[in-house]
């Protein structure tokens, strides 16, 4: 079979490696241009595209797959499926059937929850309990295609949305591999999506990721979580920026107002709408992230207060 693959952040690179040393074979791989980034701006070469090259794979990196050199180059290579792992480009709908079993991406959620660019995220900050992966076939619409296959994934009350990704990453690319064989050796005939069940999981801004110290300490606990370690949950302390990342832990009772802070026997505690939090990491802005017993050594004020 000639496989495709298309994908760019570290999460696909993850995966592609797993299929390669799984012995599966990947002919090329298909990733957004090079970027530029850092203080000097120098090219930046993605995730995906640097382990293909380590893995001696031809990668092709066009800016978008609507131009006629893009379907040039994808009918030259006869693929049989093209495998798609948060690409981060549409794919328009005249290249859908090149492939002769299409474009299977793999979505990591139980679809149709979550469908969209954060279903992690999302699933971390409503308090889902389980989540997954999901193959199923591009069609027109975004994450509405026919399901070839899901596996479960638990999430553990310590997860953030890194770690339940690295674990999502493995079980993907392992049941990438059982659809890739059934496709293979039997046929598959996917089954279609129940489109009433959907729910949306979109892109996290910002501004977004602001903590509202107002809000319940499990609504900021899930906040914090969900957020770290993209685009990271943050707060201000007077003028300055201050992440949190870690678990923080919720206690049985509230002795604070909203967002004030109090260090107290190798503890940092805040006050939320409801019962107090105990900090886990912070960053203060320009700083790498630390223990917050360790950033609280650091406080000049006193009594400091989150807004």
């Known amino acids: 079979m000639r496989i495709l693959f298309a994908g760019t952040p570290a999460p696909a690179a993850d995966v592609l490696m797993r299929l390669i040393s799984g012995g599966t074979e990947v002919r090329a791989v298909l990733t957004r241009p090079d970027a530029p980034a850092g203080r000097g701006r120098r090219s930046n070469r993605c995730e995906v595209a640097q382990t293909a090259d380590r893995a001696g794979i031809e990668v092709y990196q066009p800016t ?117 064989q059934s496709l293979d050796s039997e046929g598959l005939t996917p089954r279609p999506q129940d489109h009433a069940a959907a729910t949306w999981a979109g892109r996290v801004s910002t501004d977004e990721a602001r903590i509202d110290w107002r809000a319940p300490a499990l609504a900021v606990n899930r906040k914090v979580r969900a957020f770290t370690p993209h685009p990271g949950a943050w707060t201000m302390l007077g003028e300055h920026r201050v992440k949190l990342s870690g678990v923080p832990q919720l206690q049985s009772h509230s002795t604070l107002d909203p967002g004030h802070v109090r260090v107290d026997r190798g503890e940092v505690r805040v006050g939320t709408g409801s019962v107090d939090l105990l900090l886990d990491r912070v960053q203060p802005a320009g700083k790498p992230a630390m223990a917050a017993t360790d950033w609280a050594r650091g406080l000049r004020d006193p009594a400091p207060v989150f807004v």
């Open 64 to 180: 978008s797959l609507r131009g006629p050199q893009a379907q040039a180059w994808l009918t030259a290579c006869k693929p049989d499926v093209v495998l798609v792992v948060a690409y981060g480009l549409m794919v328009p709908s005249h290249l859908l059937d090149v492939p002769r079993h299409g474009w299977l991406n793999l979505h990591f959620s139980l679809l149709p929850a979550w469908r969209g660019a954060a279903p992690v995220q999302r699933a971390l900050e409503a308090g889902d309990e389980i989540t997954g992966a999901t193959v199923f076939r591009i069609e027109a619409g975004l994450d509405t295609g026919p399901v070839y296959g899901q596996v479960t994934q638990e999430i553990s009350p310590r997860d953030n949305a890194g770690s339940l990704l690295a674990r999502l990453c493995e079980s993907g690319a392992d049941l990438l591999v059982e659809v890739l």
